[in-house]
């Protein structure tokens, strides 16, 4: 099955092409549909430059999911499907307000157990730190929600004085030998330290035997050479999107 796939987050939106259990043509757009509505119906042509059998759509803003379907329904001429907890997901939801869990991280969870099976701890690292857990039924179970490196770092700034606003990634020093290396140096391990500490937490119930994988803009920057058994999974929110729709959709 081939599918355009659409990641709507708060900061960011992602698209890319789902053919057969494979993600490619993944394209990022800062912003979202209002602040660029141009650039996203480029790139959703871009993505399904050759004829898809459908959209799949993980959306955290119900305000743009309107402009989306319009949009998707002008440039391919068909109704997408939005990710909802009433989606064919592949798990139970042992969550007492499913209809309250992020579409983003129902399509986490649905792409992680596809590929890694469970139990299962997802760790998203986007706007907000999001972790998912998936027990061996499989059933959802709820996670964790933390403060993004994004937000961290903003609120630095906007609430002080002198210290500036840094764009994160790259190597960073032993020590921080500017105010803006102290600033990434903090960030990047410091938020070591909370991922570190809120997956040990997660795996008790576990002991220890979940398989954790990780996604999102941040998560090879936080984790590497960081001695944390996660594995790295870029595309997973666009895989989950397209697992979901091949089992019927929603919307």
Known sequence: MRLACIDVGNTSTTLGLYEDGAVSRIAHIDGGIRANPEACADLLRLVASEAVEGVSIASVVPGVNAAWRRLVRET????????????????????????????????????????????????DFGTALNFEVIDRRPAYLGGV????????????HEKTALLPEVSLGGETPEIGKSTEEAIALGAR?????IVRELLRHLQRPFRGRAACVATGGYAEWVLRDA????????????FGLGVIFERGGSD
């Open 145 to 156: 929600i933390a403060p993004g490196l994004p937000l961290m770092t903003r609120y630095l």
């Open 227 to 238: 001695g944390m058994d996660v594995v790295l999974d870029p595309d997973l929110t666009l």
């Open 189 to 193: 391990v410091g938020y070591r330290g």
């Open 76 to 123: 391919l001429g068909c109704a997408p499907r939005f990710v909802t907890h009433e989606s064919p997901l592949g798990f139970a939801l042992d969550y007492p307000h499913p209809e309250r869990i992020g579409a983003d991280r129902l399509a986490d969870a649905a792409g992680g157990l596809a590929r890694y099976g469970a139990p299962l701890i997802v760790v």
